[in-house]
């Protein structure tokens, strides 16, 4: 058996989708714990592009069985929407399994989430607009629907009554806006119930029988360890658990199964959303990583903040995740850059230390300290044997490596599926 977990090591973004793609090929199941259409997953396969946001990207072959956890969030308009994309793409849905307990995003959260945002007005949190905190909200309040509840209509009704009486004071007291009626969104929901309907099963059940069978599964991670709730930059987080630990609530699966947890991380580092980031380039340098990036978001297209990578970030993304090996995306965006700055410390007052300030007060009050490492010019994404790398992207990588205390294993050197370099 091998259980593997794939994770964000940054602020969501880093390629997770194009790393979970290329190394669960001898996956059985391929397993998305967390979050929901806030997700924005990139596969390129050969001339096609897929954007995934609540698929697991095993989905491209066939014979997997793709799980969504208990732990996601399901919009139904949006899964559904996704679904038929893929069909229309003639990728078979037959092995796609939603878990009966995963909360449902309902329209009012994603109206609650547009009203939030609006009211914090220069302090907002730049959410994707998917309605994710206030369903995690109401479902940590114990009001929230889950999808086996939608499955018998009385039964819906029945909580939808119940929860709409608390949903509908919000909207009208606080926010003096129309409230949302049980007939209303029963009726929109319906053909949306249709599609999902045999799909949901006891996921638990089948991670079980997975993990008897000595199957390989593969936990696709989404967002990124700054944007975890507890180990984030907080309150500029998502009001989920990204981090490895949210596999084991948000599967169901025991964490004495688990053999490998993968970082993936950026080779600089990117942020969609407001909120803290020490080492972002607001100059020429940033925009022309976001230019040979493509840094713009897959689902919100907003463009995403870029800056330098930050060393005490992926220690703290290997101490809390249990990393036992990174996988580092977009090397080949860093060709050509003269000198390679990296942040190795920070100043705190008059002490310097390794640890990322996640807290804001700390975030203000400290400065990042560089290294600058010699850059390379060659064009590098037709590489494929690391010690064909140029010597100066070789030491980048070993500093990452010394200054982590994990290998890094997996270069990514373009967005293709095959444009990885394997190191040992
Ligand atoms: P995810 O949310 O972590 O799956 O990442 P996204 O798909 O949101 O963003 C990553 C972007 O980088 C996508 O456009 C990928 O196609 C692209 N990408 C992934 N790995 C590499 C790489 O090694 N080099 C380059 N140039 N692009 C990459
Ligand atoms: P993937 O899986 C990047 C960010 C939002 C915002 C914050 C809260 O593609 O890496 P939310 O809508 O979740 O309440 O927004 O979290 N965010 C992401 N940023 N990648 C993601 O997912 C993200 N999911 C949420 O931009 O700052
Ligand atoms: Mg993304």
Redesign the pocket.
């Known amino acids: 058996m091998s259980v593997k977990i794939v994770v ?1 090591s940054q602020w ?9 793609d290329m190394l669960s090929q001898t996956a059985d199941l391929v397993v998305r714990f967390g979050g929901g259409n806030n ?6 396969v050969g001339e096609e ?1 897929f ?2 946001h609540l698929i697991p ?1 095993g989905i491209l072959y066939p014979e997997k069985k793709c799980i969504l956890g208990n732990g996601v969030v399901i919009d139904p308009e949006a899964i559904v929407e996704e679904m038929e994309g893929l069909e229309d793409r003639d990728i078979s849905l037959d092995n796609l399994f939603i878990d009966e307990s995963a909360h449902i995003v309902m329209p009012y959260h994603r109206k609650l989430d547009g009203l939030e945002e609006a009211r914090k007005g220069n302090g907002k949190i730049g959410t994707t607009g998917k309605g994710i905190g206030p369903v995690y909200t109401d479902k940590v309040a114990r009001r929230g629907i889950r999808i086996m509840d939608l499955l018998d209509e009385e039964r819906f009704k029945r909580k939808l009554s119940d929860v709409l009486e608390y949903k509908n004071l919000e909207i009208e007291k606080i926010y003096n806006e129309t409230p949302f009626t049980v007939e209303k969104i029963v009726e929109d929901m319906r053909p949306y119930i249709e599609k999902l309907r045999p799909h949901v099963k006891n996921t638990a059940l089948m991670i079980e029988e997975a993990v008897k069978k000595d199957e390989k599964l593969f936990f696709e991670g ?3 360890t700054l944007l975890d709730i507890d180990y984030g930059t907080y309150p500029y987080v998502t009001s989920s658990h990204p981090t490895a630990g949210g596999v084991c609530t948000g599967a169901g699966i025991g964490p004495v199964h688990v053999d490998d947890v993968i970082g ?1 991380a ?2 600089y580092v990117t942020r969609v959303g407001e909120g803290p980031f020490p080492t972002e380039l607001n100059n020429e340098t940033g925009e022309m990583l976001r230019d ?4 713009y ?3 919100t297209g907003r463009p995403r903040r870029c800056g330098w990578l930050d060393i005490p970030m992926l220690k703290h993304a290997v101490r809390v995740n249990g990393l036992t090996e990174i996988a ?6 860093l060709s050509g850059l003269k000198g390679i700055k990296v942040c190795t410390s920070y100043r705190n007052k008059d002490s310097v230390n390794d640890v990322f300030p996640c807290d804001l007060q700390r975030a203000s009050e400290s400065k990042a300290i560089y290294e600058t490492l010699e850059g390379w010019t060659e064009d590098i ?1 037709e590489i494929r044997i690391f010690e064909k790398l140029p010597l100066n992207a070789q030491k980048y990588i070993e500093m990452i490596e010394e200054a982590c205390g994990v290998p890094v294993k997996n ?6 599926r095959n ?2 370099i394997k190191k040992d």
Not at 292 to 295: A, L, P, Y
Not at 411 to 416: A, F, L, Q, T
């Open positions: 964000g969501g973004d880093e390629g997770k989708g194009k790393i979970t997700a924005g997953h990139t596969v390129i592009k954007e995934l990207s989404a967002q990124g993936v950026k080779a040979k990036g493509h840094e978001g897959v689902t580092l995306t977009k090397m080949d965006v994404s270069i990514g050197v373009g967005p293709e444009e990885v």
